[in-house]
């Protein structure tokens, strides 16, 4: 990458920051700050957000013209990408179609997007990994899974 | 002093040995680091109860500092970034022939400097725990406040990033109830946010799953073991000698620099290595493949990690993501650790304490023989070990609460972790920020009440005001140097105008 998109990638996650500062104080307003002898509930989030907006501010002035390479490659990969949609989806599903099912899918399409080539090696990692943790956590440990 | 001996129950051993395997595999194998781990095992170490979940909990914490010289030395790849200096040396014994001396050495010092930390926490946590019970709200909120500002000063890199990622964590701990009032905060009307985020669940997708991801994104190649034979071992008489002096030094510098908050464990080790560049007899070897080199920073890692034990246990107080993870697991096991800990919990106190003395010898014992395959579990390839880590990440949030919610979170926290990875920020202090959160606001909003308003009151006892007068130097010095160098710069520049 060069210094430029670096540098630029740097301004981005300052406003990204500022952005999130932003909108947390805004939400913030919600909760009073009554007096400091009986300080509310929204002193601190104030603080915090006051002080993140001053933070984000100061890196966005503090940015060169060509920033150190933070170590990120210019395009995103696709496996990352995939495996976080992935990911979403097993939290939403996980409720409704239970442990096993959805962590044997996770399991398996993870293996798949690492590179373990064919179907029958995650297959079987998929469910190894599944059976195990039900038998350790669900039957053994008496951890509560959906 | 008696219920050191609770650490050798049956139960408590299995416990410790448990903890130190999986510690030490945990150190061998790069990328999920100790307080990943520890979040993973969580709901294993609550079934075990208090005391045998905690010594399990603090053998993972500190088996990884001994399992992580291991790769180091054979492979050259660090397991955890406390062991990242040791390659320098370590590796280049072991393609001297060296490797059976250096890894005996390494262990060696990591059990004189365990041991000897465990003594120093013996002695000075429960001194440390009395002198606290003088703490009152605006002492506490001094301590915590210095502790992420000099956490943001360590954690290498943008010290700005740093301190972003606290007040990031500070804004997400303030989600759900707030401490002191109970107004529900932020949590828009989702009723799993109304316990809180799980710090659990946090820790599990910004370790955990973050790390699954970056593996994804850029697979790591899996390295080929130097062989090493059990005879091979034993250092020479010369090695060990020479090996003495560093060992000490790195024992009593990581003890002293594993009470400062922040990577206690990683600086200890590089401070350990400066040290014996510019003090030892061999400082002209050290960098080619000297003892030195090792004995040194593996003596202070390990001795770092006994001394952030002590803010934890006494205060209550955790500054490494690791201890963080340590607080955490102790709250779900209703022990509250702080000044009260030894008064209302002593055999967990002296409990967790012996079974450092017990996992030292175990992981001695476990080391020098077994250390071949140890490190062969570093070349099983990522693809079959990160899938699982996923399920595992997903179990430790779901039962932290019994919540669907706390999952999201997790994936959340997962996907955050790996972006803002990639954008330079380190994770480790957004854990923190979102530990001592509560910790900072409670004394915060306590000690503005007792001083009925007046911010004096923040700064009325000796401690709390050298705190914050310190805390002020750290945040502000490197702002008023960068405004002092421009200012020179900008006269420099005047004056060659008018020249």
């Known amino acids: 990458m060069s210094p430029r998109s670096a540098a630029r990638r740097e301004q981005w996650s300052a406003l990204g920051l500022a952005v999130l500062a932003l909108g947390y104080l805004l939400a913030g307003r919600a909760y009073p700050l009554d007096t400091l002898a009986t300080p509310g509930p929204g002193i601190v989030p104030l603080a915090a957000g006051v002080a993140l907006l001053a933070l984000a501010i100061w890196q966005l002035l503090a940015v060169p013209r060509s920033a150190p390479d933070p170590g990120h490659r210019g395009a995103v990969p696709r496996a990352p990408l995939i495996m976080s949609a992935v990911l979403a989806l097993y939290a939403a599903t996980l409720p409704v179609l239970g442990f096993m099912l959805t962590s044997f899918a996770l399991v398996f399409v993870a293996a798949r997007l690492m590179g373990l080539d064919g179907w029958w090696r995650p297959a079987a990692l998929a469910l190894g990994v599944t059976v195990a943790s039900r038998l350790l956590f669900g039957a053994w440990l008496g951890v509560p899974l959906p | ?319 490494t993501p690791s201890t963080a993870v340590l607080l955490s697991g102790m709250l779900l096991m209703s022990v509250t650790p702080g000044p009260f800990l030894l008064r209302d919990h002593p055999q967990v106190f002296w409990g967790v304490i012996g079974s450092f003395y017990v996992g030292n010898v175990m992981l001695l014992l476990l080391n020098l023989p077994l250390v071949g395959i140890f490190a062969r579990v570093a070349t099983i390839p990522q693809r079959y070990l990160m899938p699982g880590v996923l399920v595992l990440c997903a179990v430790a949030a779901y039962s932290d609460n019994n919540n669907a919610f706390d999952v999201w979170v997790m994936v959340g926290a997962g996907v955050l972790g790996y972006a803002i990875r990639g954008l330079g920020y380190d994770p480790a202090p957004l854990v923190l920020g979102l530990v001592l959160g509560p910790v900072l606001e409670r004394s915060l909003l306590q000690a503005l009440t007792i001083g009925r308003g007046e911010l004096r009151e923040l700064w009325s006892s000796a401690p709390a005001a050298i705190m914050l007068a310190t805390a002020a130097v750290v945040l502000l010095a490197p702002a008023a140097r960068a405004c002092l160098r421009l200012w020179t710069r900008g006269r420099a520049s005047g004056g060659d105008h008018y020249s």
Do not use: W
């Open chain 2, 1 to 319: 002093m008696t219920d050191l001996f609770v650490a050798l129950t049956p139960m408590n051993l299995l416990a410790c040995f448990a903890g130190v395997v999986l510690g030490t595999i945990v150190g061998v194998l790069p990328g999920l680091g100790p307080a990943g781990a520890m979040a993973l095992v969580l709901p294993l170490t609550i079934k075990l109860g208090p005391t045998a979940g905690l010594i399990m909990l603090a053998g993972i914490y500190y088996g990884s500092m001994y399992g992580g010289s291991t790769t180091s030395i054979l492979v050259n790849v660090p397991g955890e970034a406390a062991s990242v200096v040791t390659t320098i040396d370590g590796y280049r014994l072991a393609r001297k022939g060296r490797a059976g001396a250096a890894l005996a050495i390494a262990a060696i010092a990591s059990f004189v400097a365990g041991t000897f930390s465990v003594v120093a926490l013996q002695l000075a946590a429960p001194f440390v725990a009395r002198l606290a019970l003088a703490f009152g709200p605006s002492e506490f909120f001094a301590f915590a406040l210095l502790g992420v500002i000099l956490l943001a000063n360590l954690t290498g890199g943008s010290r700005v990033k740093s301190l972003a990622m606290v007040v990031t964590g500070v804004m997400l701990s303030t989600v759900g109830m707030d401490p002191l009032g109970g107004t529900v905060r932020f949590t828009f009307d989702v009723a799993g946010a109304q316990a809180g985020l799980s710090f659990i669940a946090v820790t599990a997708g910004l370790f955990g799953v973050a790390e699954v991801l970056a593996t994804m994104a850029q697979p790591a190649a899996t390295a080929p073991v130097a062989r090493v034979r059990f005879r091979a071992l034993y250092p020479s008489r010369e090695e060990l000698r020479r090996s003495v002096p560093p060992m000490l030094r790195g024992t009593v510098l990581g003890f002293l620099v594993g009470l400062i908050p922040g990577p206690a464990a990683t600086i200890a080790s590089f401070v350990s290595y400066g040290v014996e560049k510019r003090v030892s007899r061999y400082r002209h070897e050290i960098g080619t493949g000297a003892i030195e080199g090792v004995a040194g920073p593996e003596a202070a890692n390990n001795a770092a990690a006994g001394g952030g034990m002590i803010p934890l246990l006494s205060l209550g107080l955790p500054f």
